[in-house]
């Protein structure tokens, strides 16, 4: 196991966000996290990477206790996410924004001696840039590029720093159903083999992509499983995939 929660509560002045939320991913999952509006998933992605930190509980990254580093500290040890805001610089290449990842992911994860850094920044950007498929493309600033395209863009800068886990909130939030399909098929073939958690209201999506579900409502996981255990668990049904529209639930 890769990621371990235990006994995690996060309030904000008062409002219980995060209900002791009991949580493993294993290593190479493909670990999607659904719920309703306002389930505490987004909070969840935050206390995980150090962005706000939880009211009680333990979590462990690596075997490492992370519950009360910083964010950079949990970054270092390998826990990347990408943002829903982009970290894109839309005048930027391609080539360019994924050197400029790669750059600064060699500053905080990886030492290279002096001679033979630019050819491993080079070699690394490279390299993202063909997993990416966006070979033909390469030397296009990134505000021309389609939104399906961008979002590969930003999730491979979250990549650049060879993370041992990876997070993704809605990655395909605001795409058309046609963007959804084109992106996801991306992102499944550049995450391939690697550890990944996925907040994703599009249920298509998740059943496709996840090999195991975590079911938030109101701050608690109401069951994890596997998609056919998720689809018919009668609790979930219940409470989430039971409304017709799951993004209004
Ligand atoms: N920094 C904060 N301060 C106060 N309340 C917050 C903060 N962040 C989140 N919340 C509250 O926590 C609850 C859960 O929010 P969160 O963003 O985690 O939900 P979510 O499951 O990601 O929802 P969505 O599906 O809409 O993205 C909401 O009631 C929200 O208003
Ligand atoms: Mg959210």
Redesign the pocket.
Known sequence: MILDLSGVY?D??G?Q??NDVNLTIQEGECHAVI????????????VITGK?RPSRGRIRFASKDITHLAPHAILRLGLARSFQITNVFPGMTVYENLRNAVLSAQKIRFSFTRLNRLEAVRAKTLKLVHTLTLDAIQDVPARELAYGQQRALEVGIALATEPRLILL??PTAGMTKEQTREAVSLIKRITQGKTVMV?E?DMEVVFSMADRITV?SY?EVLATGSPDEIRSNERVKKAYLGKKDARTA
């Open positions: 996060k904000f002045k409002l966000v995060l719920g309703p509006n306002g389930a505490g998933k987004s909070t969840l992605f935050n706000y909130d809605e907040v209201h938030l701050g």
